[in-house]
């Protein structure tokens, strides 16, 4: 399987005027070493937020959208997504299929369809090799805050599971993501990436299990363009 290439999304942010800086893990090295290989990948994760964080101190101008633990994340979806889903449907929801990402979008559209219906049925999706979640989970990341100077973040997918969701996490193959992006393109017209292709193959293989006139929804997130580098063999990623 092809390594995740983010040049494609480098360009776009050029085009919108950002100016990128390289990631490095450099300074950090000495505390790496003494990490097992999965503490290693969190590490760089927090180093990351880190950065983000120094820089936001560092100058009033900027702001950090700190998106994986930025309560506003939920709340935007909560009153727009979740909301537009309950109005196209007419209220009629038995489940909800999102990948869990950050949890922003999974949670928030939870919680508006659960206010009209507590029985929707909710269910998280992540790629094969995903760990964030069992890194917030197992709360692997609280001493990575302690130990880079940085005040503890609680993470949406921490909220998320304190509120019991979501009913099941599924895990979701690349090529069985990716074949459903190509379906999608060639037989709907719609040009969307990877994370929408696993999110529509796993709200087919839940329908399979409900029963007639069950309504299962989901969300299309992402855009074809930015898995153009990893093209033929593009990989789901978190």
Known sequence: M?????????????????????????????????????????ATTIIGMKKCYDLEKSDPKIWWANQSCNPYNTLAHRDSTG???????????NACVASIGTGGTLLSIAEALRKENPDVKVIGLVPEDTLITDWVKNHIFDKFFEQFGMPKYKFI???????????????VKDEDARDMSNR???????????????????????????????????????????????????HYVI
Do not use: H, W
């Not at 909301?83 to 929801?93: A, D, H, N, P, S």
């Not at 997918?157 to 895990?171: A, F, H, N, R, W």
């Open 2 to 42: 092809g390594p995740y290439n983010p040049e494609n999304r480098i360009k776009t942010m050029k085009f919108f005027g950002a100016e990128v800086a390289n990631f490095t893990t450099a300074g950090y090295e000495g505390i790496q070493k003494q990490l097992k290989p999965d503490e290693q990948s969190a």
């Open 83 to 93: 909301k537009e889903i309950l109005e196209q449907t007419g209220g009629r929801v």
């Open 157 to 171: 997918i921490e909220t998320m599971y304190e509120s019991g969701l979501p009913d099941q996490v599924m895990k």
């Open 184 to 234: 999608l393109c060639r037989e709907e017209g719609l040009f969307c990436g990877m994370s929408s292709g696993a999110n529509v193959y796993a709200a087919i293989q839940l329908a399979k299990k409900m029963k007639k006139g069950d309504n299962v929804v989901t969300v299309l997130v992402d855009r074809r363009d930015r898995y153009f580098l990893e093209y033929p063999k593009e």
